[in-house]
């Protein structure tokens, strides 16, 4: 149980366009969802946490108009990346928890986007 | 946001060998978690620690959450090929659905 699954894989957009990852968690009503985003050789960089029917709430430095976040049920959370440009190029990952099983997080497989 | 230390950066072992990493943290923590990320795909989770000084094993591995609160271990016994990844360990102060805070993760790799 707890899977969590995140389409697509991979993407390749260009420049000025928008591009939405969906996040699904499968057996289970995810109450909080995370995104993060991750550089080559570097750790998970928190982005915004959501919760189900509410505003997602951005981490220091993160543009909300700029990575948009819809948590509209319990088994699915977006992230548009809106306008994408080559430096939003990047391995974005999401990961969900819920009530009862304990405090661990559950994550995607991660989307590799790339702007062209 | 607050990063825990996790040492080493990098690991290059010998197959059969045990393996060992640890995390710590200026604050204390009321859960650990050990992942392990391979290339390309998302973290999954190995063990989770509720209680201080609790150790758990999963296989191989056994990870324990230290009496401070403040720090936890990894070891793997008897590494294997497969073993070869990214781990990292993450703590969390609150309830399920609160943020976890990453260490920096430890690159292992195993030689036949």
């Known amino acids: 149980g707890a899977v969590v699954s995140q389409h697509p894989s991979r993407v390749i957009c260009k420049s000025g366009t928008s591009v939405k990852i969906e996040c699904r968690s499968l057996?289970?009503?995810?109450?909080?969802m995370f995104w993060y985003r991750q550089f080559p050789k570097q750790s998970l960089m928190l982005m915004a946490t959501?919760?189900?029917?509410?505003?997602?709430t951005y981490e220091q430095g993160v543009e909300k108009d700029k990575f948009l976040i819809n948590h509209a049920s319990l088994t699915l959370s977006t992230l548009t990346v809106t306008s994408a440009h080559p430096e939003d190029s990047s391995f974005y990952i999401c990961s969900a928890s819920f009530w009862g099983r304990g405090t661990e997080a559950f994550f995607g497989q991660g989307t590799r986007l790339t702007v062209v | 946001g607050q990063q825990l230390n996790q040492s080493p950066q990098s690991m290059f072992i010998q197959e059969g060998e045990d393996v060992s990493m640890n995390c710590t943290s200026s604050s204390i923590f009321n859960t650990w978690l050990w992942y392990k990320q391979d290339p390309g795909e998302g973290p999954v989770l190995l063990i989770a620690?509720?209680?201080?000084?609790e150790l758990t094993s999963n296989g191989r591995l056994t990870a324990q959450f230290g009496i401070t609160r403040k720090d936890s271990f990894l070891n793997i016994s008897a590494s294997i090929p497969s073993d070869v990844g990214i781990y990292f360990c993450a703590g969390q102060l609150g309830t399920s659905g609160s943020r976890l805070t990453f260490g920096e993760g430890t690159q292992l790799t195993v030689n036949p």
């Open positions: 959501s919760n189900e029917g509410s505003k997602a």
């Open positions: 057996d289970f009503q995810a109450t909080t």
């Open positions: 620690l509720y209680k201080a000084g």
